[in-house]
């Protein structure tokens, strides 16, 4: 079963296919009919969202084909990674903060969701419960603690 972030991609491409494959082509050929292609601005959009849907498309199936080759089993189960719910604490702060590492397609730093591509999520990759980590920000250097950990493996 694929995982809800590529199926969304999934859903995504199949939505762009159909586009391509089937709209995109009617909308040039009524295009073309209206006359002068050089000054026929219907033509011109619909060539335009024929590059874009395809270099779209492209860039959904390396996505797609990356998030394939993750091995599950290789996620550590006793340190930060993809999938892990993470609690720490902010020492400059004096506050506790949770985070979910995810990917860059499913982040969302206002739920919680940060990408392990991110200044945060990087940091935190391959951290254990107890330990502190520097992290640069936008906002300057941070630094937290790890005071709790769920990977993946614990979530599912």
Known sequence: MPSPIMQKLQDEILALERE????LPKEL???RALGDLSENAEF???KQRQDYVGARLAQLKRRLAQLSLINFNNIARDRV???SQVALYD???DSEVNYKLVTSEEADVSQGLISTTSPIGRGLMGKKVGDTVKIATPNGIREFEVRALQTLHDLT
């Open 91 to 93: 020492i400059d702060q």
């Open 81 to 83: 990674g993809y999938g």
């Open 20 to 23: 391509l494959n089937q709209e």
């Open 44 to 46: 011109q959009m619909a």
């Open 29 to 31: 050929k009524r295009a």
